[in-house]
């Protein structure tokens, strides 16, 4: 006869019932999994690899635009990537407010169309910033062939950094403004028989001076389907690959970076800092000899200060070594 003890009926009904602290333990493990609905009539064409590799590379766009940007209108500018959707053309046309300006792109290889939109406020704000004045959106509008041609020096300046980071995985990699689309609901004929195709529409959230719009990019994704592979490190479909590094390095040829010469730096009150004023002069500590040149945010040479001409300028003195070498001249 077994010595283990043997459950009594209550203690059978106990254990199957279960206490209110495990019944609510397994809803909640439940609800961590959240099911997602599959659309069979339209299939997902990116996996999470992509859609990382995506997010990351217009994250960096993002942050290279804003700082572009400011140049050329110059006056503050923040970009800042705000995440995919993937509705089909038909819907993405329809979504759009009757004041947005609308351009249609091509995008090489496969001459696939493609569509940049500026929300109405940010892009009224961009044409008056453009024609000198302070960035105030005007009254809604919709806009006029000229105003549309101006806001194209905005949409021109915009493509040329966006397609950077595309043509560094996708050789031969082009995406330029075509035309403006004076009304959504009658696209034009490049569109016409794409209605129904997925996109893949990439926003961004545009902040110029004080006024702040969105911009998005939305491209059809069966001209992106051959490139799939250029974002999990394979090659692109249809195409051979490189026979040297030679193809890479002309595309990172055009990359840009920001270098800046640090002389020195002083510490100030709080209390004298929000007294700053245009035309202040805030003296600056010992200058530091040999100044360093940053790129990219990191210390890479050291330089004598100068100038060449009317302009100040640094003379590379020396390469500023990796962490435990020596500086050589």
């Known amino acids: 006869m077994t010595s283990e003890k043997i459950l009594s009926r209550e203690e059978m009904d106990a254990l199957l019932a279960g206490s209110p602290a495990d019944t609510e333990h397994r809803l909640q493990g439940r609800a961590r999994g959240v099911v997602k609905p599959y659309d069979f009539k339209r299939p997902r064409l990116f996996t999470s690899e992509h859609l990382r590799t995506l997010e990351r590379m217009h994250s960096e766009f993002a942050e290279e635009a804003g700082a572009d940007l400011a ?3 110059a006056i503050p500018v923040k970009v800042v990537f705000s995440g995919f959707a993937e509705p089909s053309l038909q819907e993405h046309l329809g979504a759009q407010a009757a004041d947005n300006a609308l351009f249609l792109c091509a995008v090489e290889p496969g001459n696939a169309p493609a569509l940049v939109d500026v929300a109405g406020d940010l892009a009224r704000a961009l044409i008056d910033r453009l024609l000198g004045g302070e960035g105030a959106a005007p ?17 021109d300046r915009w493509l040329a950094k966006y397609r950077t980071p595309w043509a560094l995985r996708i050789p031969g990699f082009t995406m330029k403004a075509v035309s403006a689309v004076r009304d959504p609901q009658r ?12 996109c893949l529409r990439a926003a961004f959230e545009v902040k110029v001076g004080t006024q702040v719009g969105s911009v998005s990019v939305c491209m059809l994704q069966y001209g992106i389907k051959p490139f799939i592979g250029a974002f999990c490190g ?9 026979p040297d590094r030679s193809v890479t390095m002309d595309h990172v040829g055009e990359v840009s970076l920001p270098v800046c010469a640090y002389l020195g730096n002083v510490h100030i009150r ?40 009317e302009r100040l300028a640094v003379q590379l003195t020396g390469i500023v070594p990796a962490a435990g070498g020596r500086c050589t001249s």
């Open 139 to 155: 009254a809604a509008h919709a806009l006029t062939e000229v105003e549309l041609g101006i806001l194209g020096v905005f949409v």
């Open 234 to 242: 394979g090659g692109v479909q249809g195409t051979e690959p490189p």
């Open 270 to 309: 709080v209390d004298d800092f929000m007294r700053l004023q245009r035309g202040d002069v805030i003296a600056l500590g010992d200058l530091e000899n040999p100044a360093r040149v940053m790129v990219g945010g990191a210390a890479r040479f050291q330089a004598r200060l100068g100038r060449v001409k």
């Open 187 to 198: 696209p034009p004929k490049a569109l016409a028989g794409h209605l129904e195709g997925l």
């Open 71 to 73: 140049v050329q209108f």
